[in-house]
């Protein structure tokens, strides 16, 4: 993640987000005031189910927290996680699978953080 200071111009925020064999970044959402990302993964999990942690920014820390994961199982080689989208708030997001249930059928689904 890189911000923007007129003093520094872009810099990155935090540590680099790696996962290895997942197509980990293939999309990636932030709400409106940047502290909070939704991160797609769409060939993780078992079988290429796909995954979307999210993070939140730690300003004291410097560093980004893991403060939940979606995982939602279901057919193989689903690739949920393709698109992500939060809302300004980060409060919702939605995520979508384009190969739901093995046979071509995608899928969208929103979430409600509580």
């Known amino acids: 993640m890189y911000e923007w200071s007129n ?3 872009w810099f990155q925020r935090g540590e680099t987000f790696i996962e290895y064999f997942d197509w980990f970044g293939v999309s990636v959402s932030l ?3 940047g502290d909070t990302v939704a991160i797609g993964g769409n060939r ?4 290429n189910q796909g995954f979307v942690p999210v993070y939140e920014w730690d300003g004291l820390a410097s560093k980004w927290n893991l403060t939940g994961e979606i ?7 689903r690739q949920f ?4 989208s939060s809302s300004a708030d980060a409060l919702t997001l939605a995520a979508r699978a384009p190969a739901d249930h093995g046979g071509g059928i995608g899928v969208a ?4 953080w509580s």
């Open 7 to 9: 003093e520094k111009g």
């Open 31 to 33: 709400n409106s005031s």
């Open 44 to 47: 993780g999990g078992d079988n």
């Open 71 to 77: 995982q939602e199982g279901g057919a193989d080689k």
């Open 81 to 84: 996680g393709l698109s992500v």
């Open 109 to 112: 689904r929103v979430y409600k």
